[in-house]
T-cell receptor, first 116, second 116 residues
Framework: GAGVSQSPSNKVTEKGKDVELRCDPISGHTALYWYRQSLGQGLEFLIYFQGNSAPDKSGLPSDRFSAERTGGSVSTLTIQRTQQEDSAVYLC??????????????FGPGTRLLVL | AQKVTQAQTEISVVEKEDVTLDCVYETRDTTYYLFWYKQPPSGELVFLIRRNSFDEQNEISGRYSWNFQKSTSSFNFTITASQVVDSAVYFCALSAPAGSARQLTFGSGTQLTVLP
């Protein structure tokens, strides 16, 4: 079946602009995760969703970052007033569920964001 | 707090050699899960294996094998008879049921280069 898909695959933006990154999880997966991969910080957890709710937003680096998920499926990560330090690869993952058992997270190809 | 250490930043071997990638983890949880992911040059994280803390059996899958030792908090990964296609960054990751979060804590990764 289809894996996790993300769009756009690459995004170049100017400092101060807002960007939206999209993630479409594997069909039937109720849990969705966002991570960021950058040279200096490695792979960092940002936020996860169980259904449409986000129990843990503590990984978001600043209030310029927000995410939503509607219909228990597609998720959008929004970065407002982008800064050069936001340049990174943003990875999305999904898993069948989170409660009671640790399911394997399957990752998408990522969105490579470059802030000029 | 959870932590994953991959002390080997880069490893280079010649094709057909065996290679072991080290992973040491820290967690206070008694129930946890360990993972290995492969990230080829294309960038997508590919799931390789998941182990839970109650299962210390070693596992073999083709040329891949994993050695889980709770006594030393290690989860090492061995590739037998390495091939050029094995060249990638390999990440070890840990997940523990701390609160409601199920995010993965990743090591910094080991860049494996297999030379022909």
């Amino acid at each position: 079946g289809a894996g996790v898909s993300q769009s756009p695959s690459n995004k170049v933006t100017e400092k101060g602009k807002d960007v939206e990154l999209r993630c479409d999880p594997i069909s039937g997966h109720t849990a969705l995760y966002w991570y960021r991969q950058s040279l200096g910080q490695g792979l960092e957890f940002l936020i996860y969703f169980q259904g449409n709710s986000a129990p843990d937003k503590s990984g978001l680096p600043s209030d310029r970052f927000s995410a939503e998920r509607t219909g228990g499926s597609v998720s959008t990560l929004t970065i407002q007033r982008t800064q050069q330090e936001d340049s990174a690869v943003y990875l999305c993952a999904s898993s069948l569920r989170t409660s009671g058992y640790q399911e394997t997270q399957y990752f998408g190809p990522g969105t490579r964001l470059l802030v000029l | 707090a959870q932590k994953v250490t991959q002390a080997q930043t880069e490893i280079s071997v010649v094709e057909k050699e065996d290679v072991t990638l080290d992973c040491v983890y820290e967690t206070r949880d008694t129930t946890y899960y360990l993972f290995w992911y492969k990230q080829p040059p294309s960038g997508e994280l590919v799931f390789l294996i998941r182990r839970n803390s109650f299962d210390e059996q070693n596992e073999i899958s083709g040329r891949y094998s994993w050695n889980f030792q709770k006594s030393t908090s290690s989860f090492n990964f061995t590739i037998t008879a390495s091939q050029v296609v094995d060249s990638a960054v390999y990440f070890c990751a840990l997940s523990a049921p701390a609160g409601s979060a199920r995010q993965l804590t990743f090591g910094s990764g080991t860049q494996l280069t297999v030379l022909p």
